[in-house]
């Protein structure tokens, strides 16, 4: 699959009709299944970034597991602090995750996933 999406990825870099023909499905995907194009687009990004987790999950050790959680800690000590309350992160986070579940059951209906 990753050298489909590899030579997809080309083709779209060096062709305009072929960038034109994604776009109009997308769009046309996004009517049938009544979102706009780029909840459409989120949808299938966060999926990917979703597969990338999980792989990275069955592949780690609980050394690697512990060396990325002191690696995150380091990360939040110098980071600038959340200014919104966890309620407001959460109520962000619930709504995405519906999001996404609403987009994949219109999405499983036509047969796309």
């Not at 009544?34 to 909840?39: G, L, S, T, W």
């Not at 999926?47 to 609980?62: F, H, V």
């Not at 980071?79 to 407001?88: C, F, G, K």
């Amino acid at each position: 699959m990753a050298s489909d999406v590899k030579s997809i990825e080309v083709l779209l870099e060096r062709d305009k009709e072929a960038r034109l023909s994604v776009s109009e499905w997308i769009v046309d995907l996004a009517r049938r299944v009544h979102e706009k194009p780029e909840d459409v687009v989120w949808f299938f990004e966060m999926r990917q970034r979703m597969r990338k987790i999980e792989e990275k999950a069955k592949k780690i050790s609980e050394d690697e597991l512990e060396r990325w959680e002191r690696e995150i800690e380091k990360e939040l000590e110098s980071s600038e602090p959340v200014r919104q309350n966890l309620e407001t992160l959460m109520k962000v986070g619930e709504n995405s995750f519906r999001k996404f579940k609403r987009i994949e059951v219109k999405l499983k209906e036509l047969g796309v996933v």
